[in-house]
């Protein structure tokens, strides 16, 4: 049986979150509940507890300095934060830390606090049954073993070096493993949302739920929005379900939409091979949709069928309609798929270069190519195309570069520079210059040289920089103040392009006090 702590300066607190579950049932034994850390430290100092569940903001020892000691001691420990709706800065601290999760009190529901302690659980008993495989290992080494392998999975599948020799790989490779090729969704829509860089924060994720959910798999970044991850599986058995749970809990937690393209391997001889194999897998997900596609040998296999440059040539000069037609019979024959993806978009591609090589700014036909190999499925191709072709048309007749004319982009800049604190779209700015949102986004990223969305998100961060080192604001003020709505986003997303968390930012920024020390943001009492 597994033993667990409850920790809180509030007597109420401590009653709800014992009164909220069977603990016996769950497999728990309550090895008792403490108003502070300082009480609960030599507790567990006496006795270690398998799961500590500890308010953040306690008198005499908070919940980090607790979380921060017992995790020293006894690094196996699964702790979970009792947050308010404003420690969010301070749960950053503790994810930081190790903390395996964390709760709302003012909103804790006994289903809530069920599902967190269960995952707990889950990788507990995961963890136990690798340490009895692996007698003699502790946390430490275990993170310096998955980097390793992970360096190695990397330099295999992208650097296409030798087969690895025994032993560089783990064991359980030899029984057997599944290979998925994971691809994350709507990425389009993401960086036109969020920004180019919260593409890596999804993908990173992803990957600690993949660890989480299984913790001595093997996962490495293949491009820019893939993931490869080595799953033990003792036989060939279809994965299905077992896949669709991951593939939902992925997706809930992240809170993205991912493809799943999943090959049998066996031994690190057929690690590469699998991952080819399921990258074809993913592949279907561009005819088919979203979804989990196990590789089949008809993934490989290609056939002949109508080719789109050739349609366009033999009816060259025909109307909107007959072009609308023509795309339909090509988008109808490749419904079901047997060609690549790519050579799909580069039939595409070529199509818009025979219509205005001759006639449209380079710059934005290249604009216009890169938009079509960002689509995602078949139907999406069809669309941009149809839709470049109508922007390249109306680019041709603009005229925005002529001397004196006034150019839409200096009227976005200057309504962009008002209002970026704000809410605000990609569409909202198109449409007060009245221009597309396609023709707007290519005519943008020409000007400036960044995505609409990056461009603004350069500006909330400088102005989250002005605030953290002339303001006492807390960190999650700040956020909200230079037009972040997710503290959590804000500080990796700034740490990202600061190189400092922001708390690291403003203890650079503020002088020193007298004797050297730097001014600290208050820590929780």
């Excluded at 961060?461 to 002005?466: C, P």
């Amino acid at each position: 049986m597994w033993r667990a702590i409850i920790v809180d300066d509030e007597p109420i607190i401590r009653f709800g979150i014992k009164a909220s579950l069977d603990w016996s049932k769950e497999g728990i034994e309550l090895a008792g509940d403490c108003a502070n850390g300082a009480e609960a430290l030599q507790l567990i100092e006496e006795e270690p507890v398998d799961l500590l569940i500890t308010d953040i903001k306690m008198p005499v020892m908070d919940g980090l300095a607790l979380t921060k000691r017992v995790l020293e001691l006894h690094p196996a420990t699964k702790v979970i934060l009792v947050s308010s709706h404003n420690d969010f800065e301070y749960v950053r601290e503790g994810l930081r830390l190790g903390v395996a999760d964390y709760i709302l009190k003012h909103t804790l529901e006994p289903e809530d606090l069920q599902q967190v302690v269960r995952r707990c659980l889950v990788m507990l008993e995961k963890e136990e049954r690798g340490r009895e495989q692996r007698p003699g290992t502790d946390s430490g080494d275990a993170a310096r073993q998955r980097k390793h392998w992970e360096g190695e999975l990397k330099r295999l599948l992208l650097q296409q070096r030798a087969l690895p020799a025994s032993g560089e790989f783990p064991a359980w490779l030899g029984d057997g493993y599944w290979g998925l090729a994971i691809v994350l969704n709507r990425v389009s829509a993401i960086e036109e949302q969020q920004g180019y860089l919260f593409k890596s924060v999804l993908l990173e994720q992803l990957t600690d739920v993949l660890y989480t959910a299984v913790p001595e798999g093997i996962g490495v970044q293949t491009g820019e929005h893939e993931l490869f991850f080595l799953l033990p599986a003792a036989s060939c058995d279809d994965a299905g379900q077992r896949l669709a749970e991951l593939k939902a809990r992925m997706e809930e937690e992240s809170g993205a939409s991912v493809t799943i393209g999943y090959a049998w391997g066996r031994d690190t001889v057929s690690i590469r091979e699998t991952f080819e194999q399921g990258k074809l897998a993913s592949g279907r997900g561009f005819f088919r949709g979203s979804g989990i596609y196990r590789y089949q040998l008809s993934d490989a296999e290609r056939r002949e069928g109508l080719r789109l440059p050739v349609l366009y040539r033999a009816n060259e000069g025909a109307g909107d309609e007959r072009l609308a037609e023509l795309l339909g019979e090509w988008r109808d024959d490749w419904r079901q798929g047997g060609c690549p993806p790519l050579e799909l978009k580069e039939e595409a591609s070529r199509v818009l270069s025979i219509m205005f090589k001759q006639q449209a700014d380079p710059y934005v036909l290249v604009e216009s190519f890169d938009r079509l190999f960002k689509t995602e499925t078949l139907g999406e191709l069809c669309d941009a195309l149809q839709s470049g072709i109508s922007e390249l048309r109306k680019v041709r007749m603009a005229g925005f570069d002529a001397p004196g004319s006034h150019h839409p982009i200096d009227k976005a800049l200057e309504y962009i520079r008002g209002h970026y604190l704000e809410s605000m779209t990609l569409q909202q700015v198109a449409d007060y210059v009245h221009v597309s949102k396609n023709y707007f986004s290519i005519l943008f990223k020409k000007v400036t040289g960044q995505n609409f969305i990056d461009y603004v998100i350069t500006l909330r961060v400088q102005r989250a920089k002005e605030l953290l080192g002339g303001t006492e604001l807390k960190v999650y003020e700040v956020a909200e103040q230079s037009g972040f709505n997710d503290v959590k986003y804000f500080s990796k997303l700034f740490k990202k392009l600061t190189g400092h968390s922001p708390i690291e930012y403003r203890e650079r920024m503020l002088p020193p006090l007298p004797g050297g020390a730097l001014p600290r943001e208050e820590e929780p009492s």
